[in-house]
């Protein structure tokens, strides 16, 4: 018997995984966000730039579920969408590692990657501790995290590896879209690539990626794309294989020559 493996031309899948579409947010008197509209696409990595108070930030918040908009539209894989919390942002697929990382310094990296999931045994009465350590050991190899061993107190740990167990523990949800905010701040040079090779990891795995940094000289070692972020909308989208560093600064702090925001900007 023979299959057919021909493509559903009938429901080909969504063509992006994730999309803002004229997002709007104002605080007071102040419009965080003017219409913004950013789409990713499955498997990317999108840097998310922009000077303080650009909207990058609110933005993500926002995709993430966070911070409810005022208006405009979210969809995950071509449907509609809307998060009154980030649970439920990420039940629909968005995960978010923040700044700070959220991990707890006196637990080990187990407990850390289960922390309010962990697998029990004896009817739900006891933490299943074997089973929780070889779980976090096959997770962490397959996202090839070099950590020699699940029961390190996280404080015990460098800046780098506290932040790729962070990231680890979003990826465990398995997320389509992870947003990082600023992972690779603070790090020294060889910990700066050990997070970076993990997001390669991570996309390669199918995951789209949003990182939102200052430093800007990692974004072109990974990032596909960079969209540009000024006075609470989408400057420019910019493909970050033909793209100088010079350029992208010139469009953060707005002096390019094209002064236009562009409020509807999406994927090429």
């Given at each position: 018997m023979t299959s057919d493996t021909r493509p559903d031309?009938?429901?080909p899948p969504p063509q992006y995984r994730a999309e803002m579409i004229d997002i709007r947010k104002r605080y007071g008197m102040i419009d965080a966000l003017?219409?913004?509209t950013l789409r990713v696409r499955p498997g990317e990595v999108v840097g998310l730039v922009g000077d303080n108070a650009a909207g990058k930030s609110t933005?993500?918040?926002?995709?993430?579920?966070a911070v409810i908009p005022d208006s405009g539209e979210l969809r995950v894989n071509g449907a509609r969408v809307a998060f009154s919390a980030p649970r439920e942002a990420?039940?629909?697929g968005i995960g978010m590692v923040y700044q700070d990382l959220a991990l707890c310094d006196d637990l080990d990296v187990a407990a850390n990657l289960f922390l309010g999931r962990e697998p029990r045994r004896a009817g739900g009465l006891l933490l299943d501790k074997k089973r929780m350590h070889a779980e976090a050991r096959e997770h962490l190899d397959a996202l090839r995290i070099r950590i020699p061993l699940t029961n390190i107190a996280v404080r015990n740990l460098s800046g780098g590896q506290r932040q790729a167990i962070a990231i680890a523990r979003a990826v465990s949800?398995?997320?389509q879209v992870l947003i990082l905010d600023e992972p690779t701040a603070a790090l020294a040079v060889t910990e700066v690539e050990t997070v970076l090779e993990l997001i390669r990891t991570v996309s390669a795995r199918g995951v789209s990626v949003i990182l939102i940094t200052h430093r800007l000289q990692d974004l072109f070692r990974v990032c596909d794309r960079l969209t540009v972020m000024y006075e609470g909308a989408v400057r420019r989208d910019l493909d970050a294989?033909?793209?100088s560093l010079e350029e992208l600064v010139s469009e953060i702090v707005g002096?390019?020559?094209d002064h236009d925001h562009d409020h509807g900007t999406e994927a090429a």
């Open positions: 031309t009938a429901n003017r219409g913004v933005s993500m918040k926002i995709l993430s579920g990420r039940d629909a949800f398995d997320p294989r033909t793209t002096d390019s020559h």
